[in-house]
C-alpha cells in the first residue's frame, strides 16, 4: 500500500510535485490499483508522458524488468511516475508478481525466434533484486540499474542491416 502524504499547501493550478520518481519495476508483472486522485504515468518509447487516468472497477498491469529479459525485449518494462497535482492524499495499491528467487530467467530459444540474437544472460532472480535493492539509486535510478546494465549480454553490437530494412543486432564473436 502506499500513501502519498498531501503536496504543500501552496500548490498553484497547473503546479506538479513529482510523488515516485521515473523507474520500472522490478517484477515480473505488477498490479496496480490507484484511487480516483490520479497521477500515474507512463512514458512512450518516444520519452512522452501519458496519464494513466483512474477506472472504477480497473486494475493497471505493468510489465517489469524479468518479464522483459525472459521476453528477450518482445515486451518493454514500462517506465512509470507519479505525479501529484492536487493538495490531497492519494493512495495506491501495487502487487508485485515475481518468479521465485532461486529461479533462473532465461528467454527460451521459441521466444527468442529463430536468426534473432539473445539479449540477456541467464540470471537468479534474487541476484537482480539483490542489485536494484543493495543501495538507494538501484531502487529508483535507472541508469546503470536496469535489468540490461545487469543481465543484457555486453559484447553486442547495433548494426544496420545490409537489406537497409532497418537496425538489427548481432553478437561479436
Ligand atoms: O502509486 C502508483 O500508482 C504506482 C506505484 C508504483 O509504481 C510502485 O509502487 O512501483
Ligand atoms: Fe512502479
Known amino acids: 500500500m502506499n500513501n502519498y502524504s498531501s503536496p504543500s499547501e501552496g ?16 517484477s515480473c508483472v505488477t498490479i496496480v ?7 500515474l504515468q507512463v512514458r512512450s518509447k518516444e520519452g512522452k508522458w501519458m496519464d494513466i487516468s483512474p477506472c472504477e472497477g480497473t486494475l493497471v498491469v505493468n510489465v517489469g524488468d524479468m518479464f522483459q529479459a525472459w521476453s528477450n ?6 517506465e512509470h511516475r507519479v505525479i501529484l497535482k492536487q493538495p490531497v492524499n492519494r493512495f495506491s495499491l501495487a502487487f508485485f508478481w515475481c518468479f521465485e528467487d532461486q529461479k533462473v530467467i532465461s528467454a527460451p530459444d521459441d521466444v527468442v525466434g529463430e536468426g534473432n540474437v539473445r539479449i ?6 534474487s541476484d537482480y533484486l539483490k542489485f536494484r535493492e543493495s543501495n538507494e539509486r538501484g531502487r529508483f535510478e535507472k541508469v546503470g540499474f536496469t535489468v540490461r546494465g545487469f543481465a543484457g549480454i555486453k559484447d553486442q553490437q ?13 553478437a561479436c564473436n
Not at 490499483?33 to 497521477?39: A, F, K, W
Not at 525485449?73 to 514500462?78: A, F, I, V
Not at 547495433?158 to 548481432?170: L, P
Open 158 to 170: 547495433v548494426i544496420k542491416c545490409d537489406s537497409g530494412k532497418g537496425i538489427g543486432s548481432v
Open 120 to 125: 540477456y544472460e541467464p540470471f537468479v532472480c
Open 73 to 78: 525485449e518482445k515486451l518493454r518494462s514500462s
Open 33 to 39: 490499483y490507484q484511487d480516483e486522485i490520479g497521477g
Open 11 to 26: 500548490l498553484e493550478d497547473h503546479d506538479e510535485v513529482e510523488g515516485l520518481g521515473m523507474h520500472t519495476d522490478m
